[in-house]
């Protein structure tokens, strides 16, 4: 009942449990690697929100680099044809 009264309440400083949250702690230690590994999805959503999810990085490993292209033209890209227009 505790944890679900928390839940509610949302966010650094209202919680607390907050220093204990299982994702703080993995977000925490994301923020200071040299490393990266991701996938395109995951990548592109970050380059559209301004570099908000993932840490900054020195480097980068895609998961799955090869369709890279293909899943770029998917995300960014905008699909027209005689139905939808």
Do not use: W
Not at 14 to 20: G, I, T
Not at 60 to 75: K, P, R, S, V, Y
């Amino acid at each position: 009942m505790e944890l679900e009264k928390a839940l509610r309440k949302r966010g650094p400083g209202n919680c607390e449990f907050y220093d204990q949250c299982f994702l703080k702690t993995a977000r925490d230690k994301a923020a200071s690697a040299k490393v990266v590994i991701t996938n395109h999805s995951l990548l592109f959503a970050n380059k559209t929100s301004g570099s908000s999810i993932l840490p900054a990085y020195d480097h980068l490993i895609i998961d799955e680099a090869h369709h890279l292209e293909e899943q770029a033209t998917n995300f960014f890209g905008v699909t027209k044809s005689n139905c939808r227009i």
